[in-house]
């Protein structure tokens, strides 16, 4: 059985230093590889016959490779700060002696908007449960944007705090601020509607805020509800009866467990988790992802508090110089400055958490900002939580648009990577998830370069012999096998395609961002959409369509003696375009993805059937 | 976690480099099978070049010795033989010994040659050099 139907988190990734090693020396050999690849190919192999063609292609290998340097520096290593043990009290989590030696105060959030309130209640349940070896108060909260009376009754049944408001300023952000005006717990647990904390929660995450400078703590985000797939023996079977049944058998026992539409949208997020976001805390640069995180109130207000003061300060200089065009003084009546800084007070919004499509990002990046105070975080390996996946297409694009859209928008309108505040390996980390949402630019080249190569016959290299080979191969296996190491326990397959799958959603989120179009805050959908979304794939199926078309033009072409391929180039070419075709596949059989009765509804609705 | 868990996991990925390494070895294995196509031909025209040219380093150093046994004092006579022994042998012929003992026979005649014998004894260096 995998992980997916026994229903149980990843195993956390332990490599031993040895591992490390290989893993390190690898990637150095690859990246090394890779720059003697890209000098020969600026330098001896650009086709200056079609130039329109070979200058894009090499500009995107060259920038793809940029991405390959930023992302091995990410995954790097994985040294991270050491949780200490359990605090008995809240001075144990300050470093003050003069704070008072009382018992913590937990504050747990619930935002909500319009899921079912019984959904909700599960999660309420499960935080009244949560463990702790000391005395702690945990306060558990509904933070009700819906403004729906049932979901008051059941904060009222669960005997827990409802919190609402009279509009929805900010969505999710200014939920969350309403509710830090009315709580005042030491630390906050941040959950979903969907969020369903387990016991260990707390005992997990809570000895890390002995460092007085620990200002959150982020834990992994698990999907227990991803779909197993179908075993390929049962697949077999029910195609081709019995025999079918034996060959399926008779596969696995040569290539272990083969499950047929196991987690069909990718949504498996160890890779993120448990290598890239835990990778990051040697750079304390492990940002916030919402859900399942843990904040110290402290530092979340008081970084809202300068951010406020500096933003009146700058509205109130802004005033000051329209009074002074207006009234051609230079010097501003004192009353007058008063009046003004009040207004600039006023007009200026406090708030802990920044109103944006990506808030847990962006508030980040303004805690790592503060050098001043130098507020860490951290990415916790345990899972302490589960939650609900988008399981269709539709939930699953709002979900990956608002995430590339969100990103993209802060890199335009407040871009940390030049700001103050930020250590340079911070900054690095940074850049690696911008840089990544720029990915469609060089990918869409990576697409549809083949495609014009098998039916024009075009070469974007000087020439495909044993040259381009030689330069180019060593890097390639390099790289895979440094990859095989560095991410040695998780698939990496799955992640890759659908990274280059999502090119027309990241484009759109890039072009929404340079229109200056604001993203919007869409709830992602908890409930599963049934249906056919093929119109949200088209741009896949137009790539997959012409690869094919091209593949099949190119060979019989080339075996019926005419067009002028080098069999190098149709090797190549055939197999770069196998790999397009197999890396968008994924994303249009999602498109049309239907749960199987017996393996997969099971395990996505047990969640429902608990509710029920 | 166990090892056969992690290469379950990475079976894609070992997949893709075997893919790779495969069809590496197949993109080499048909160029050299395009190249030893390319240089059969070349090989081919050269055989053809090399009869006909054999052909003709026979006739000429045939017509070359008879002339100089008509003429045995005609130092031009002489230098022409000693041009044909040479075409001869890196025509492949004449045994290059054989030609370089029939060159030296030649070599008593040499005393008053003048520039008539420069270009055969030039030829003849660069024939017997090896």
Not at chain 1, 58 to 81: H, K, M, Q
Not at chain 1, 360 to 380: A, C, F, M, N, P
């Amino acid at each position: 059985m995998t992980r997916f139907e026994r229903q149980v988190p990843w195993q956390i990734s332990r490599h031993s230093q040895l591992h490390h090693a290989l893993w390190q020396f690898l990637a150095t050999c690859s990246l090394i590889f890779g720059a003697w690849y890209l000098w020969w190919r600026w330098t001896e192999s650009l086709n200056f016959a079609a130039l329109w063609f070979s200058l894009p292609l090499v500009v995107a290998e060259t920038l793809a490779y940029i991405g390959l340097i930023l992302f091995t520096i990410n995954i790097w290593t994985d040294r991270s700060p050491q949780p200490g043990p359990s605090p008995h009290s809240l001075r144990d989590i300050t470093g003050d002696p003069l704070t008072p030696e009382r018992p913590l105060v937990i504050d747990v959030f619930f935002a909500t908007y319009n899921e079912d309130p019984e959904i909700v209640r599960k999660g309420l349940q499960a935080a009244k449960r949560l463990d702790y070896p000391h005395p702690i108060e945990v306060r558990v909260h509904v933070l009700d944007d819906g403004r729906r009376p049932p979901m008051g009754d059941v904060a009222r049944e669960e005997g827990v705090n409802y919190i609402t408001r009279t509009d929805n300023v900010g969505y999710k952000a200014g939920n969350l601020r309403n509710a830090m005006n009315h709580t005042s717990g030491d630390l906050i647990v941040i959950c979903d509607a969907d969020t369903i904390p387990l016991p260990h929660l707390l005992t997990e995450t809570l000895g890390y805020f002995r460092d007085p400078r620990m200002a959150w703590v982020q834990t992994p985000q698990w999907f227990w509800d991803v779909p197993p797939g179908v075993p390929l023996p049962v697949m077999l079977a029910r195609r081709f009866g019995r025999v079918g049944g034996g060959v399926g058998r008779a596969a696995e026992a040569l290539i272990g467990p083969v499950r047929l539409g196991e987690d069909p949208f990718g949504n498996d997020p160890q890779l993120f988790y448990d290598f890239i976001l835990r990778r990051r805390n040697w750079a304390n640069a492990a940002f916030c992802c919402g859900a399942g995180s843990v904040h110290r109130r402290e530092a979340v207000m008081e970084v809202a508090l300068r951010t406020w003061a500096t933003d009146v300060d700058v509205s109130f200089q802004r005033q000051l110089d329209e009074i002074r065009q207006l009234t051609g003084e230079a010097e501003v009546d004192r009353r007058l400055a008063t009046v003004t800084r009040v207004s600039a007070a006023q007009e200026v919004d406090f708030t802990p958490f920044m109103l944006h499509v990506s808030e847990d990002i962006y508030t980040s990046i303004r805690l790592h900002k503060d050098r001043e105070r130098g507020w860490k975080s951290v990415q916790h390996p345990v899972v302490v939580s589960r939650m609900v996946s988008p399981n269709d297409l539709l939930s699953w694009t709002i979900q990956r648009f608002k995430y590339a859209g969100g990103t993209l928008d802060i890199l335009r309108t407040d871009n940390p990577l030049f700001a103050k505040g930020m250590t340079l390996p911070q900054r690095i980390m940074y850049g690696v998830t911008f840089y990544s949402y720029l990915s469609p630019l060089w990918n869409v080249v990576f697409l549809l370069w083949p495609v014009i190569f098998l039916f024009t016959g075009l070469v974007p290299v000087a020439t495909y012999s044993i040259d381009f080979l030689l330069h180019i191969v060593p890097f390639l296996l390099l790289n895979e096998l440094a990859q095989l190491a560095g991410f040695w326990g998780a698939k990496t397959m799955s992640g890759r395609r659908w990274y280059l799958a999502m090119f027309p959603l990241n484009i759109q989120a890039l072009w929404a961002v340079v229109r200056k179009r604001k993203i919007s805050f869409p709830v992602t959908p908890k409930q599963r959409s049934e249906g056919r979304f093929l119109s949200l794939v088209k741009w896949q199926l137009l790539v997959v369509g012409l690869s094919i078309a091209g593949l099949i033009w190119a060979w019989t072409l080339h075996l019926g003696g005419g067009g002028t391929y080098s069999i190098g180039g149709l090797v190549a070419n055939t197999l770069w375009g196998v790999n397009n075709i197999l890396s968008l596949m994924p994303i249009i059989f999602a498109a049309v993805w239907k749960p199987d009765p017996e393996f997969d509804l099971p395990i996505m609705e047990r969640f429902q059937h608990e509710v029920q | 976690m166990k090892f056969s868990e992690a290469l379950i996991g990475a079976r894609s990925q070992i997949a893709w480099i075997a893919a790779l390494a495969l069809s590496t070895v197949a993109i080499i294995h048909l160029e050299r099978l395009s190249i030893g196509e390319q240089e059969a031909v070349q090989r081919a025209r050269v055989a053809a070049t090399d009869a006909r040219l054999a052909a003709e380093a026979t006739e000429a150093l045939g017509q070359a010795e008879a002339r100089l046994a008509a003429s045995p004092a005609d130092a031009a006579a002489a230098a022409s033989l000693l041009v044909a022994l040479s075409n001869a042998v890196e025509a492949g012929v004449l045994d290059i010994d054989e030609g370089r003992r029939r060159a030296d026979q030649l070599w008593e005649l040499a005393g008053n040659a003048g520039p008539i014998w420069r270009p055969g004894i030039v030829a003849a260096a660069l024939a017997f050099a090896n």
